[in-house]
T-cell receptor
């Protein structure tokens, strides 16, 4: 079957760095995406990795290792507004989403 | 104006009723998707369409049907609603082809309560 595993919750302190991991098992793979969803809002796209390595976009970075079927989202200089749920998603012939990681940020 | 719109935003219905959720987009994308979101279960794909004449079942299509009336419109129907279909429903669009990166753009969601 196809599955994506990510922690259900992560807690970090404002100003710190946090890493959200995602492991996947899918029949096909074109790339790994990350989405952010604030309470009451819609998911919004953050990043996409098709090849191994690190992609950086401002305070957010995303990493992929295809040989390990593993990726992570790295959030630096955490701000209170980063409190949200974060979903990894694998591109097969369609998009498959993980169950999401709720990020709690302490002041 | 929003690129992806959903109507209604909130809906309360009774068991056994037929209801339709509508999605419209102005992004000019060929691909459209319907997801449902339940607490702790993430986003689960119900149906998707890669163009007007293409309809595909997703992970949880039982109890649902869809219609792709035009490139810009994709409707989700619950033929006979049941309480466990109470959820938050999202429509999404994307424009990428096979092998390429694909960004999905989500509508604001429809919150459905089936009594």
């Amino acid at each position: 079957g196809q599955s994506l595993e990510q922690p259900s919750e992560v807690t970090a302190v404002e100003g710190a760095i946090v890493q959200i991991n995602c492991t996947y098992q899918t029949s096909g793979f074109y790339g790994l995406s990350w989405y952010q969803q604030h309470d009451g809002g819609a998911p919004t796209f953050l990043s996409y990795n098709a090849l191994d390595g690190l992609e950086e976009t401002g305070r957010f970075s995303s990493f992929l290792s295809r040989s390990d079927s593993y990726g992570y989202l790295l959030l630096q200089e955490l701000q209170m507004k980063d409190s949200a749920s974060y979903f990894c998603a694998v591109r097969d012939d369609k998009i498959i989403f993980g169950k999401g990681t709720r990020l709690h940020i302490l002041p | 104006d929003a690129d992806v719109t959903q109507t209604p935003r909130n809906r309360i219905t009774k068991t056994g009723k037929r209801i339709m959720l509508e999605c419209s987009q102005t992004k000019g994308h060929d691909r459209m998707y319907w997801y449902r979101q339940d607490p702790g279960l993430g986003l689960r794909l119900i149906y998707y369409s890669f163009d007007v004449k293409d309809i595909n079942k997703g992970e949880i299509s039982d109890g649902y049907s869809v219609s792709r009336q035009a490139q810009a419109k994709f409707s989700l129907s619950l033929e006979s609603a049941i309480p466990n279909q109470t959820a938050l429903y999202f429509c999404a669009t994307s424009d990428a082809g096979q092998g390429a990166g694909e960004t999905q753009y989500f509508g604001p969601g429809t919150r459905l309560l089936v009594l």
